[in-house]
């Protein structure tokens, strides 16, 4: 009996034992799951993975009752036939003799010697060696930089003192024959301490704005080439403007009307020539209006002869912003070794010992660090270099690129501060523009925008306007106002509202509700630029040869007025890429081809002169023949920089093919034709 009774007593311990196990296990799961749910247990990088997808494929980008723009896979056959991931190349294999870090206590920038990377340079002999540096010193003008100071030796530990902004270092033996170990450059944003301003009326809390700007991408090319960049940007507080889409053919009209609302030809109306010399200074620029409001400012590009104001610009004459980096840029450049990638030597590569594009997202980190958690800054940096002759080249900038949007957010900087992270157009030259999506490549640049934690909860009806706007259509103009509103909430000077985007007075901050119906034209967006309308291609060559002709004839006939004849060679058809007509949204197609007289086409042609590509939008009469088109809205989709080397206007060097440029055995080829 008693051992019967220990048994049962055992046989209870073991299912109450197992019961608790259970009850643990169900416990575990549930807090796993919980936490999953939660995305508590993966870092940012991953968490976008535990999104649920959709079950059915996106069909567009936007569609509302006034626009469609369709959704392009950035991985169907056709473009993967093109793709090739390019490889990182380093600028140097050699581990960094001199480095620098910033000193949070003494809020100073420090400088260090490595003496173990010195023995291995010097293959571990007891040869000695000096490193000293000089420093780069702002010329008058604001785009130059006059020399470099006299030389400065340092030994390990150095502090730098708080008015170098830049350096170039280097390292080399003590006595003859001098061999330079190491040259290296580095450049400083310092500390500067908030200024005693007497007391003012508490105002709300201002958001510091980031844009962070790659030329040439688009939305669709991001997803291809750095799909890595795109998954963090799918994260909590970010908003992709899917429906944005540019309003001019390059960069500079793109980031003008961002920075100051105007079109190059409204300003010159109304304020002034951007070709003169000191317009650039008089423009309304976006950054006058942050700094009246007390933000730090700072702007910095990554090539001083293509920088957005410089190419074929005369530049500013007085330091646009608080932190300006071109001077620093042009010291670079010429103080430098330079390398180019031999396929694509328009651009500059590598700058010393580092990839070009580090020195600008490093002087951006800087600004960021520096002065995000004490007061509210504004800033652009960007780079050209990596993504503006190889549309498959920012493939190997992506662990880099993501490392940046990393670093800022270890630094907790996403805690205070708007992300603008954006192009200014996509492609437009070579084989991703023949794609049947090509024309959607060029005109739909990538736009994300990152709202802070703090931001969200405090306008909550902001973040639902931006939720709602990533599908409606919206504009370089829109991204104008929305800066100009960012400044408003944190209040103005005098209290006032600010003057919105002068070249579209339809357009608004991206913080209200763009209109359900909005079209091209009320988002300041001509036609020819405009995705929100269906083409259908067309074919016969009765029907589609003379638009193509007619256009030309229309190049030709501007090439006289400019005075250009002399210069420029006159244009002949080879023949037809492709013709579209365009059909509009809930339109009889066929009932419209019976009733239209005139009718809107896209044309993409090939003339004979250098094989040269272009793209027309036109309205085309058919019963007189005749294109009505303005010329210097048509696209040039093939490069023309070794083509119109003859002519300084930057409007018709698309267009021009100089006598002295014409390759030569096609000038015997059109000289038969012509025959």
């Not at 669709?220 to 890595?228: D, E, F, G, V, Y």
């Not at 084989?431 to 736009?447: A, F, N, S, V």
């Not at 400019?562 to 009889?588: A, M, R, V």
């Not at 698309?654 to 030569?664: F, G, S």
């Amino acid at each position: 009996m008693e051992l019967r009774i220990g048994y049962t007593h055992s046989l209870y311990k073991i299912l109450g034992l197992c019961c608790f196990l259970i009850i643990a296990l169900l416990l575990i799961y549930s807090l796993n799951t919980s936490s999953i749910a939660n995305n508590e247990l993966y870092p940012p990088t991953t968490r976008v993975s535990l999104v649920s997808k959709k079950t059915e494929p996106q069909k567009y980008y936007v569609k509302t009752s006034k626009c469609h723009i369709p959704f392009v896979d950035p991985f169907n056959d056709e473009a993967m036939k093109l793709y090739k991931p390019r490889t990182l190349i380093t600028c140097s294999n050699e581990p960094d003799l001199i480095s620098t870090k910033y000193n949070k206590v003494i809020k100073r920038h420090v400088l260090h010697i490595d003496d173990e990377v010195a023995q291995k340079l010097f293959n571990y002999t007891d040869t000695e060696y000096n490193c000293f540096y000089r420093e780069i010193k702002y010329g008058n003008h604001a785009d130059t930089y006059d020399n470099l100071k006299a030389k400065k030796y340092f030994t390990s530990g150095y502090v730098v003192p708080v008015h170098v902004e830049g350096i170039i270092v280097e390292c080399q033996t003590a006595e003859d024959p001098i061999v330079v170990l190491q040259k290296d450059a580095f450049t400083f944003i310092q500390h500067r301490p908030l200024p005693k301003d007497p007391v003012k009326p508490r105002t709300a809390r201002k958001p510091s704005v980031i844009m962070y700007g790659i030329d040439s991408l688009s939305r669709i090319n991001l997803r291809r080439t750095m799909p890595k960049v795109f998954n963090f940007l799918q994260g909590p507080g970010w908003y992709e403007m899917q429906g944005y889409n540019k309003v001019a053919d390059n960069s500079f009209p793109n980031i003008l009307a961002i920075l100051s609302g105007y079109s190059p030809s409204t300003a010159k109306k109304n304020v002034c020539d951007t070709d003169d010399e000191g317009c650039l200074d008089k423009m309304p620029m976006i950054w006058k209006y942050f700094k009246n409001a007390s933000y730090l400012t700072g702007y910095a590009e990554d090539e001083s002869k293509f920088n957005h104001f410089s190419f074929q610009k005369p530049g500013f004459s007085k330091k646009p912003v608080d932190y300006y980096f071109r001077p620093l840029l042009m010291a670079l450049e010429t103080e430098m070794d330079e390398y180019r990638l031999p396929e694509y030597n328009l651009m500059r590569y590598c700058l010393g010992r580092r990839i070009a594009n580090r020195y600008i997202y490093d002087y951006a980190q800087q600004f960021t660090q520096r002065f995000v958690h004490d007061r509210p800054i504004w800033g652009m940096f960007w780079s050209t270099h990596f993504s503006h002759d190889d549309p498959f080249l920012p493939s190997s900038m992506q662990e880099k690129i993501l490392g940046d949007l990393l670093d800022m957010h270890e630094d907790r900087a996403f805690e205070e501060m708007i992300m603008i992270f954006f192009a200014d157009h996509g492609t437009r030259f070579g084989k991703l523009t023949d794609l049947k999506e090509g024309y959607l490549e060029e005109r739909l640049p990538m736009m994300f925008i990152y709202l802070p934690p703090w931001f969200r909860e405090t306008y909550p009806s902001y973040v639902r306007a931006l939720e709602l706007n990533q599908h409606r259509l919206s504009s370089n103009f829109d991204l104008h106002n929305t800066l100009k509103h960012i400044i408003e909430i944190g209040g103005t000077p005098d209290g006032q509202s600010l003057p919105k985007s002068f070249d579209c007075p339809t357009c608004q901050s991206l913080f209200y509700p763009l209109p359900e119906g909005r079209t091209c034209s009320e988002a300041g967006i001509e036609e020819h630029w405009c995705t929100c309308e269906p083409y259908r291609t067309i074919t016969g060559l009765s029907w589609t040869t003379p638009i193509a002709q007619s256009v030309i004839d229309r190049m030709n006939e501007y090439f006289v007025r400019k005075n250009l004849t002399s210069l420029c060679f006159n244009l002949t058809l080879d023949y037809i890429h492709k013709t579209e007509l365009k059909t509009g949204l809930n339109i009889d197609w066929h009932q419209k081809m019976k009733e239209m007289e005139t009718a809107v086409y896209r044309t993409k042609f090939k003339v004979k002169q250098n094989s040269a590509d272009f793209q027309a939008t036109v309205v085309y009469h058919n019963s007189t023949k005749y294109a009505q088109v303005d010329v210097e809205k048509i696209s040039r989709t093939t490069s023309y920089k070794n083509d119109s080397t003859c002519i300084d206007d930057k409007l018709a060097k698309p267009y021009c093919i100089c006598y002295d440029n014409l390759i030569k055995d096609q000038y015997f080829r059109i000289e038969l034709v012509l025959n």
